[in-house]
């Protein structure tokens, strides 16, 4: 593990709770956690145990949640739908279970998207695009839409997309959950890869032991509390 920089995650006592009917489902009860940048964190969980719910939290994906959370020394709990805007498109980058690309761009306009979005110029956005593509071994595929390209191949555009505009965490749920085993394996350790290179952070939800042991830190939720 590289050397570990500022806190870019802080979290302090989160809770989100639901109600079914007259019934409160508590899915967050408290969750304290701290992520510095060069950290790649793995949050464990079992389906349904609020895995989701903590990666909508911390990448301001909805409201309803109570305690605090700061990313990159922020407090967010009471910012503007406008202020957690300007915080996902400067500091955050997601990845699914599913890539979510656009179906009717290539992999490399894919990628270029957020970043005109950013303001980037249009060809600064293309040489980033070529660069985290090819680093992903899409050298030959930047002309290609979604559906001419593989399962592993379209989460590796994902991959590029996320880390687009170097945010300082990437937030990724699942996001080997679709693959087979062996192109997992690879994709995770591609985006490992990418992540450190670039000095960012992240947070992997997942429910697979064996992928979690690779990463720096395992957290586990269990009951809506962290440990």
Same mark, same amino acid.
């Given at each position: ?36 940048? =060069?950290?790649?964190?793995?949050? #464990?969980?079992?389906?349904? $145990?609020? %895995?989701?719910?903590?990666?909508? /939290?911390?990448? &301001? !994906? ?47 306009? =894919?990628?270029?998207?957020?970043? #005109?979005?950013?303001?980037? $110029?249009? %060809?600064?956005?293309?040489?980033? /695009?070529?660069? &985290? !593509? ?53 994709? #995770? ?11 960012? /952070? ?26």
């Amino acid at each position: 593990m590289n050397d570990l920089g500022n806190k870019v995650v802080e979290l302090r006592d989160v809770k989100r709770s639901f109600k079914q009917g007259d019934v409160q489902i508590d899915v967050l009860r408290g969750v304290d956690l701290d992520i510095r940048s =060069n950290e790649i964190v793995a949050l #464990l969980g079992p389906s349904g $145990s609020g %895995k989701s719910t903590l990666l909508q /939290a911390v990448g &301001l !994906l909805e409201g309803g949640f109570d305690g605090s959370i700061k990313l990159d020394g922020e407090e967010t709990a009471q910012m503007s739908a406008s202020g957690h805007t300007r915080i996902r498109r400067e500091l955050l980058g997601f990845v699914y279970q599913f890539h979510h690309l656009l179906p009717d761009f290539s992999a490399e306009e =894919n990628v270029v998207m957020p970043q #005109l979005i950013a303001g980037t $110029s249009q %060809k600064d956005a293309e040489e980033r /695009a070529e660069s &985290l !593509l090819c680093s992903l071994g899409l050298g030959e595929r930047l002309d290609h839409k979604p559906s001419k390209l593989s399962g592993g191949e379209q989460q590796r555009v994902a991959v590029a997309r996320a880390l687009a505009n170097a945010p300082k965490l990437v937030l990724a749920d699942e996001p080997t959950g679709n693959l087979d085993e062996t192109t997992a394996d690879i994709v #995770l350790a591609e985006l490992m890869a990418l992540v450190r290179e670039e000095g960012s /952070a992240a947070l992997i939800a997942t429910h697979n032991e064996r992928l979690a042991a690779k990463m720096d830190r395992v957290v586990r939720l269990h009951d809506g509390i962290l440990s």
